[in-house]
């Protein structure tokens, strides 16, 4: 059961993920989802900030996989999957960057 919840934390992480990356560009072209994304963004950064740096949605995963007896991971959501699927490595502060940068984009869309 706990395994099962951590997919599905996998997925809505996944899903909420593509929603902030996805909202940057839909953002230009549906003027309607602005504030969508804007609340979107402040709650990505606002749980980042909230949790110390850590996301929530990683740590409910981690504690999800560690109760099922699976490997949990250390880090960001983004980091271990791109590098656990793509074996790329990502320096520690582009997820952090990135989130700025989606933010300031998100700003500049609102002026």
């Known amino acids: 059961m706990h395994k099962f919840a951590a997919h599905a934390v996998f ?47 990683v740590n409910l995963e981690n504690a999800l996989l560690k109760r099922s007896g699976a490997q949990t991971y250390q880090g960001s959501f983004i980091r271990h999957y791109v590098k656990r699927y793509l074996d790329v490595t990502l320096p520690h502060w582009f997820v952090d960057a990135m989130l700025g940068a989606i933010a300031l984009v998100t700003l500049i869309a609102w002026l």
């Not at 993920?17 to 003027?31: D, N, R």
Request: aromatic residues 20%; charged residues 5%; contains cysteine.
């Open 11 to 57: 997925w809505f992480h996944l899903l909420w993920i593509a929603l902030v990356l996805g909202g940057t560009f839909a953002q230009f072209y549906f003027p309607s989802y602005q504030p969508i994304h804007l609340s979107v963004v402040l709650i990505t950064i606002g749980a980042k900030l909230a949790w110390r740096g850590s996301c929530p949605l």
